[in-house]
């Protein structure tokens, strides 16, 4: 029988704006066929031109699925250059990531525009994973834990319960990313740990047992075993090693 950790395994791979078409179909195909079975949920979250011909190659895969990097916090309607929750499905995407650092600090998304774009991905039957994170100085203030519980909060507070069991949450400490810099395992578990008491508290100890709890930031073959042996860590959201594909799978198999 599966322990609650192995149950929330998960890996995924942020592309970001990298690949053209053709290289993406490429890198997905290739770790498809090198993954073989996987015991979890691989993810590949796309730029949205891939999306499409990505769900043809996941689709026969066992436990692979694509995501998307953004999705609009609109139904539908007049909202040029944005993607509603309903197109994503219908091209066959499975997660969306609402919230990376990147989208906070470049694009000014802030907590309510995030929140809506979870309830979004939700109506649409889409796993919204959800990532938050420290800034450097916020954390040479001593602020973390005040930072993320405010992220939290933000992106959270119109939720009870049930809906929180579709989510999934990846920590970013935005010092880590693109960085090279990887969170100590330690840093990184006393975070999830927090995170998992502040789940605890609002939404009771099954939404916190049960949540997928992510580590994002500077993920290498070299140092995902440690950290995913972290109680509180059970996957990896990865940038720069998930177009690699050996270092993406070795990844996966950490
Ligand atoms: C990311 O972009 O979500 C990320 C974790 O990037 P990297 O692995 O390159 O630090």
């Given at each position: 029988?599966?322990?609650?950790?192995?149950?929330?395994?998960?890996?995924?791979?942020?592309?970001?704006?990298?690949?053209?078409?053709?290289?993406?179909?490429?890198?997905?195909?290739?770790?498809?066929?090198?993954?073989?079975?996987?015991?979890?949920p691989v993810v590949f979250c796309a730029p949205a031109i891939h999306l499409h011909a990505l769900s043809d190659i996941v689709k026969d895969a066992s436990n692979v699925y694509s995501g998307a990097q953004d999705i609009s916090s609109h139904e539908s309607g007049a909202h040029t250059g944005e993607i509603s929750g309903g197109q994503l499905k219908s091209v066959g995407c499975s997660y969306v990531l609402v919230g990376h650092s990147e989208r906070r600090?470049?694009?000014?998304?802030?907590?309510?525009?995030?929140?809506?774009?979870?309830?979004?991905?939700?109506?649409?039957?889409?796993?919204?994973?959800?990532?938050?994170?420290?800034?450097?100085?916020?954390?040479?203030?001593?602020?973390?834990?005040?930072?993320?519980?405010?992220?939290?909060?933000?992106?959270?507070?119109?939720?009870?319960?049930?809906?929180?069991?579709?989510?999934?949450?990846?920590?970013?400490?935005?010092?880590?990313?693109?960085?090279?810099?990887?969170?100590?395992?330690?840093?990184?578990?006393?975070?999830?740990?927090?995170?998992?008491?502040?789940?605890?508290?609002?939404?009771?100890?099954?939404?916190?047992?049960?949540?997928?709890?992510?580590?994002?930031?500077?993920?290498?073959?070299?140092?995902?075993?440690?950290?995913?042996?972290?109680?509180?860590?059970?996957?990896?959201?990865?940038?720069?090693?998930?177009?690699?594909?050996?270092?993406?799978?070795?990844?996966?198999?950490?």
């Amino acid at each position: 029988m599966s322990t609650l950790k192995e149950k929330r395994r998960l890996v995924a791979g942020n592309w970001k704006m990298n690949l053209d078409l053709k290289a993406g179909c490429d890198l997905a195909t290739e770790v498809v066929e090198q993954l073989g079975k996987s015991d979890f949920p691989v993810v590949f979250c796309a730029p949205a031109i891939h999306l499409h011909a990505l769900s043809d190659i996941v689709k026969d895969a066992s436990n692979v699925y694509s995501g998307a990097q953004d999705i609009s916090s609109h139904e539908s309607g007049a909202h040029t250059g944005e993607i509603s929750g309903g197109q994503l499905k219908s091209v066959g995407c499975s997660y969306v990531l609402v919230g990376h650092s990147e989208r906070r600090a470049f694009h000014g998304e802030t907590g309510d525009l995030l929140a809506a774009k979870i309830s979004q991905a939700l109506a649409n039957d889409l796993t919204p994973i959800y990532c938050f994170g420290e800034t450097l100085d916020q954390r040479q203030a001593d602020q973390e834990e005040e930072v993320v519980a405010r992220q939290l909060h933000e992106g959270f507070a119109h939720l009870d319960a049930p809906a929180m069991k579709n989510v999934v949450l990846a920590y970013e400490p935005c010092w880590a990313i693109g960085t090279g810099i990887t969170a100590s395992p330690a840093q990184a578990q006393a975070i999830h740990k927090f995170v998992r008491s502040w789940l605890n508290e609002r939404f009771g100890d099954s939404v916190a047992n049960t949540t997928t709890i992510l580590y994002g930031g500077s993920v290498k073959p070299g140092n995902a075993n440690e950290l995913f042996s972290q109680p509180d860590i059970d996957g990896g959201l990865i940038g720069g090693a998930s177009l690699k594909p050996a270092d993406f799978i070795a990844i996966v198999n950490a």
